[in-house]
T-cell receptor, first 114, second 112 residues
Framework: NAGVTQTPKFQVLKTGQSMTLQCAQD?????MSWYRQDPGMGLRLIHY???????DQGEVPNGYNVSRSTTEDFPLRLLSAAPSQTSVYFC?????????????FGPGTRLTVT | EDKVVQSPLSLVVHEGDTVTLNCSYE??????LLWYKQEKKAPTFLFML????IEKKSGRLSSILDKKELFSILNITATQTGDSAIYLC????????????FGQGTILTVHP
């Protein structure tokens, strides 16, 4: 199993550009989520999904869109990039429902917006 | 609003020292508390705690939860340079399965 994969690993965008961060998992997990990590702030939840076709907002959803057309994929779209979106982005997945809520994280995408 | 606070924010020790990391929380509907270790890349899972007073152990690491006082501690004994990392505490508040609220993290540096 590849686990949770993310592409790209690094990206530089100009203000106003749009792009999609890709996330895929091959563990047949129902639950997937996107976090951003900024220095001194831990991980903050952007959007999450409890299954194909079902998404919801997390703590910091503004400026981001998601969709979940398959169990495996959960892309994150930046609609019009802003310097405040410079961050490291992590995708995670877990079984749902399950007695365990351990989330498996992807390797991250480091995004810089100039 | 759910809140998770970790202390200290950073800690520098020497190999062989014992460290205690703290995590306190205020959430609407507690389900579980998780500890993660983050080195260069993605966080990796350490422990999940759901019941008060039951210690979880893995080698030199151990953790315990106090649901009455709303906190958890992570202990690392006989620290090694490989323990240098960010330690993250997260709480599943039960509003949606797997939706975690993270603390700021504790940066641990272990010098030889």
């Amino acid at each position: 199993n590849a686990g949770v994969t993310q592409t790209p690993k690094f990206q530089v965008l100009k203000t106003g550009q749009s792009m999609t961060l890709q996330c895929a998992q091959d563990m047949n997990h129902e639950y997937m989520s996107w976090y951003r990590q900024d220095p001194g702030m831990g991980l903050r939840l952007i959007h999450y999904s409890v299954g194909a076709g079902i998404t919801d907002q997390g703590e910091v959803p503004n400026g981001y869109n998601v969709s979940r057309s398959t169990t495996e994929d959960f892309p994150l779209r930046l609609l019009s990039a802003a310097p405040s979106q410079t961050s490291v982005y992590f995708c995670a997945s877990s079984y749902w429902p399950s007695g365990s809520y351990e989330q498996y994280f992807g390797p991250g995408t480091r995004l810089t917006v100039t | 609003e759910d809140k998770v606070v970790q202390s200290p924010l950073s800690l520098v020790v020497h190999e062989g020292d014992t460290v205690t990391l703290n995590c306190s929380y205020e959430v609407t509907n507690f389900r579980s508390l998780l500890w993660y270790k983050q080195e260069k890349k993605a966080p990796t899972f350490l422990f999940m705690l759901t019941s008060s007073g039951i210690e979880k152990k893995s080698g030199r690491l151990s953790s315990i939860l106090d649901k009455k006082e709303l906190f958890s501690i992570l202990n690392i004994t006989a620290t090694q340079t490989g323990d240098s990392a960010i330690y993250l505490c997260a709480v599943d508040s039960g509003t949606s399965y797997g939706k975690l609220t993270f603390g700021q993290g504790t940066i641990l540096t272990v010098h030889p």
